[in-house]
T-cell receptor, first 116, second 109 residues
Framework: NAGVMQNPRHLVRRRGQEARLRCSPMKGHSHVYWYRQLPEEGLKFMVYLQKENIIDESGMPKERFSAEFPKEGPSILRIQQVVRGDSAAYFC??????????????FGPGTRLTVT | DAKTTQPTSMDCAEGRAANLPCNHS???????VYWYRQIHSQGPQYIIH???NNETNEMASLIITEDRKSSTLILPHATLRDTAVYYC??????????FGTGTRLQVFP
């Protein structure tokens, strides 16, 4: 039973380019969460999606960032016109309705974005 | 902001039990207590969760006080591979996880 998969694991972009990060949830999971971890800091929530719907985007920067979770295929976190401050580890987590409706989240290995 | 308070760091000898405390005095009746850990720069790993009763799984035990204002995560026989940052999080339903600063556990030989 494969876990949460993220690709690429490492991504280097020049300032102004676009970054696309992909997340494939665990089989049977319909909830996807994205988190960002800046160097030497804790994880911060960005966005929560279900299939074709954004449920909570309260942690997303207002500009340049977008996320989707289409009916088919992985969830995508897209960062347009990247800046050095976007350099971070981006983690995806997925969950489903387990016993007792507690929705524990399982994390992928992360994508490390470096902006030069 | 995180709703939990944890010590910044703890040490534990290999083979001994590691007891990691967490205060969550403002926890609501429908909020669960979750524990995660992050080993180095890997993705956080789910450990255990509970509501009222004590819980045990293959990784750890979770002891929740009767008033639910605090809890303790117990790693019964710590190994060097348990060295990590441990996060205590309160949450309900499909809510996002709000990570605080956690406890940095160092297991030494």
């Amino acid at each position: 039973n494969a876990g949460v998969m993220q690709n690429p694991r490492h991504l280097v972009r020049r300032r102004g380019q676009e970054a696309r990060l992909r997340c494939s949830p665990m089989k049977g999971h319909s909830h996807v969460y994205w988190y960002r971890q800046l160097p030497e800091e804790g994880l911060k929530f960005m966005v929560y999606l279900q299939k074709e719907n954004i449920i909570d985007e309260s942690g997303m920067p207002k500009e340049r960032f977008s996320a989707e979770f289409p009916k088919e295929g992985p969830s995508i976190l897209r960062i347009q016109q990247v800046v050095r401050g976007d350099s971070a580890a981006y983690f995806c987590a997925s969950s489903s309705n387990f016993r007792d409706r507690t929705y524990e989240q399982y994390f992928g290995p992360g994508t490390r974005l470096t902006v030069t | 902001d995180a709703k939990t308070t944890q010590p910044t760091s703890m040490d534990c000898a290999e083979g001994r039990a590691a007891n990691l405390p967490c205060n969550h005095s403002t926890i609501s009746g429908n909020e669960y207590v979750y524990w995660y850990r992050q080993i180095h720069s890997q993705g956080p790993q789910y450990i255990i969760h509970g509501l009222k009763n004590n819980e045990t799984n293959e990784m750890a035990s979770l002891i929740i006080t009767e008033d639910r204002k605090s809890s303790t995560l117990i790693l019964p026989h710590a190994t060097l591979r348990d060295t990590a940052v441990y996060y205590c999080i309160v949450r309900v339903g499909t809510d996002k996880l709000i990570f605080g600063t956690g406890t940095r556990l160092q297991v030494f030989p």
